[in-house]
Nanobody, 124 residues
Framework: QVQLVESGGGLVQAGGSLRLSCTVS????????LGWFRQATGKEREFVAA????????YSGDSVKGRFIISRDNTKNTVYLQMNSLKPEDTAVYYC?????????????????WGQGTQVTVSS
């Protein structure tokens, strides 16, 4: 059993910042990478960022590159998504997900477990 718990969402004005957290708990699942995805109302789920668990490789979606930073703290089994210069179009439910594979981290089908999601709303 794997649990991913997101936190840190909320309402922020355009240009502001938020930091999302995702804590992973599992006794047996060996996480190779964690990713963040988002889904706005009426739209498909979109890749935001990913990070490998043991290395220092990070990946970002084109729409957030230069504004969002993904990082991890292995001692806390937690991955963070620092979101800066937020725009109204960043409004969505943000999900973190875990995978054992490091092949296609930009694809949601690569991930085995998902959190419940946290709402981020950016007002103009």
């Amino acid at each position: 059993q794997v649990q991913l718990v997101e936190s840190g969402g909320g309402l922020v004005q355009a240009g502001g910042s938020l930091r999302l957290s995702c804590t992973v708990s599992s006794r047996t699942y060996k996480t190779s990478a964690l990713g963040w995805f988002r889904q706005a109302t009426g739209k498909e789920r979109e890749f935001v960022a990913a990070i490998t668990w043991s290395g220092d490789n990070t990946y970002s979606g084109d729409s957030v590159k230069g504004r969002f930073i993904i990082s991890r703290d292995n001692t806390k089994n937690t991955v963070y998504l620092q979101m800066n210069s937020l725009k109204p179009e960043d409004t969505a439910v943000y999900y973190c997900a875990a995978t054992r594979r490091i092949v296609q981290l930009r694809s949601s089908s690569e991930y085995d477990y998902w959190g419940q999601g946290t709402q981020v709303t950016v007002s103009s």
